[in-house]
C-alpha cells in the first residue's frame, strides 16, 4: 500500500446502511453515509467529510445527523463519492461550499449512460460534470489528508473506495463495491456487470483489510466490521423498521422490525 501520513479524524454514522431490497417497489436504496471531523489544516479551517450522501430519502436523516454534531450543510468541506448511483449520490447538491471527490473513470461514464434506464441520476450528474466544485480522482490519488482513493471496479466501472489511515485505527470504506457483509465472505455481488471483476475488487478489499489488525471496515449497505480470528464481527446493533397505516386513524400504526 502507499505510504501515507495518519491523520486524526472523529468517525459517527449519519446513516446505517441496510443490506436488503424491496420486494415490491423497486430500488430500496438504503445506503450508508459517514461523518469525518479532522483537524483545521493551515487555513485554519477545520476538515468535514462525507463519504457518500445518499438520495432524497435520505435528506432528513443527513440534516439532521450534521446538526447532532452543531454542523449545517454550509460546514461540510469534502463531499467524497464512492460512485454515481442515486442512493449514494444525490444529495451533492445539498452542500455549495464543498469540494465534490468522485472518479475520474466514473464521472465519464456516468455522463454516457443512458437518461432513464440505470440507477445514475442522469441530471445530477450532467450538473456535477460541469460544476466547479467537482475535483475527479484516479487510482492512488490523496483526496484528504490520510485517506487514498483505489479503483474498486464492478458494481460500476468507476467505482472507488478509500482507505484512511490515522494513529490507531485504520478505516475502508467499500460503498458497493463491496455492499455488506455476505458480498465481503462469497466474493459475489448482487449487481455487478462482470462478475471476475468484482471478485478481484473484493479480493483487493480484503488484503487492505487484513494489513493492519483492528482495521474498521465500513460497506455501503450494512454495519460496520472489523476482523475478529480473521472473520467479520459487526460493531453496533442494526436498526431498521417501517411504520404502516393499517388501522382507522392516523394515530394507529403499525411498526415493523427489519431486522434479524
Given at each position: 500500500?502507499d505510504?501515507?501520513?495518519?491523520?486524526?479524524?472523529s468517525l459517527?454514522?449519519l446513516v446505517q446502511g441496510?443490506?436488503?431490497?424491496?420486494v415490491c417497489h423497486?430500488?430500496?436504496?438504503?445506503?450508508?453515509?459517514?461523518l469525518?471531523?479532522g483537524?483545521?489544516?493551515?487555513d485554519?479551517?477545520?476538515?468535514?467529510?462525507?463519504?457518500?450522501?445518499?438520495?432524497?430519502?435520505?435528506r432528513?436523516?443527513l440534516?439532521?445527523?450534521?446538526?447532532?454534531?452543531?454542523?449545517?450543510?454550509?460546514?461540510?468541506?469534502d463531499v467524497?463519492?464512492?460512485h454515481?448511483?442515486?442512493?449514494h449520490?444525490?444529495?451533492?447538491?445539498?452542500?455549495?461550499?464543498a469540494t465534490?471527490w468522485l472518479g475520474?473513470q466514473e464521472?465519464?461514464?456516468?455522463v454516457k449512460e443512458?437518461?432513464g434506464?440505470t440507477p445514475?441520476?442522469?441530471l445530477?450528474?450532467?450538473e456535477?460534470?460541469g460544476?466547479?466544485q467537482?475535483r475527479t480522482l484516479?487510482?492512488g490519488?490523496?483526496?484528504?489528508p490520510?485517506m487514498?482513493a483505489?479503483?474498486?471496479?464492478?458494481?460500476?466501472?468507476?467505482h472507488?473506495?478509500?482507505?484512511l489511515?490515522?494513529?490507531?485505527r485504520?478505516?475502508?470504506?467499500?460503498g458497493?463495491?463491496?455492499?455488506?457483509r455476505?458480498e465481503?465472505?462469497?466474493l459475489?455481488?448482487?449487481?455487478?456487470?462482470?462478475p471476475?471483476?468484482?471478485r478481484a475488487?473484493?479480493?483487493?478489499?480484503w488484503?487492505l483489510w487484513?494489513?493492519?489488525p483492528g482495521?474498521?471496515l465500513?460497506?455501503g449497505h450494512d454495519?460496520?466490521?472489523v476482523?475478529e480470528?480473521?472473520k467479520p464481527?459487526?460493531l453496533g446493533?442494526r436498526?431498521a423498521?417501517?411504520t404502516a397505516?393499517f388501522?382507522?386513524?392516523?394515530?394507529?400504526t403499525?411498526r415493523?422490525?427489519?431486522t434479524?
Amino acid at each position: 500500500m502507499d505510504a501515507i501520513e495518519p491523520c486524526e479524524y472523529s468517525l459517527d454514522i449519519l446513516v446505517q446502511g441496510y443490506p436488503g431490497k424491496s420486494v415490491c417497489h423497486g430500488g430500496l436504496g438504503w445506503s450508508s453515509i459517514v461523518l469525518l471531523q479532522g483537524p483545521a489544516g493551515a487555513d485554519g479551517k477545520r476538515r468535514v467529510a462525507l463519504i457518500d450522501v445518499g438520495t432524497f430519502s435520505h435528506r432528513a436523516n443527513l440534516i439532521a445527523g450534521l446538526a447532532r454534531h452543531g454542523l449545517a450543510p454550509a460546514d461540510v468541506t469534502d463531499v467524497i463519492l464512492t460512485h454515481s448511483h442515486h442512493d449514494h449520490a444525490i444529495n451533492w447538491v445539498l452542500f455549495d461550499r464543498a469540494t465534490i471527490w468522485l472518479g475520474a473513470q466514473e464521472m465519464a461514464w456516468s455522463v454516457k449512460e443512458p437518461w432513464g434506464r440505470t440507477p445514475v441520476p442522469e441530471l445530477y450528474v450532467r450538473e456535477l460534470a460541469g460544476s466547479a466544485q467537482l475535483r475527479t480522482l484516479v487510482h492512488g490519488e490523496t483526496v484528504i489528508p490520510g485517506m487514498i482513493a483505489y479503483d474498486a471496479p464492478g458494481h460500476t466501472p468507476g467505482h472507488q473506495i478509500f482507505y484512511l489511515h490515522g494513529p490507531q485505527r485504520d478505516v475502508l470504506f467499500t460503498g458497493d463495491a463491496a455492499k455488506n457483509r455476505i458480498e465481503l465472505l462469497t466474493l459475489e455481488a448482487d449487481m455487478t456487470y462482470d462478475p471476475a471483476v468484482t471478485r478481484a475488487s473484493i479480493a483487493f478489499m480484503w488484503e487492505l483489510w487484513r494489513r493492519r489488525p483492528g482495521t474498521l471496515l465500513v460497506p455501503g449497505h450494512d454495519m460496520p466490521m472489523v476482523l475478529e480470528d480473521g472473520k467479520p464481527v459487526f460493531l453496533g446493533k442494526r436498526e431498521a423498521a417501517i411504520t404502516a397505516w393499517f388501522g382507522d386513524s392516523l394515530e394507529q400504526t403499525t411498526r415493523f422490525e427489519l431486522t434479524a
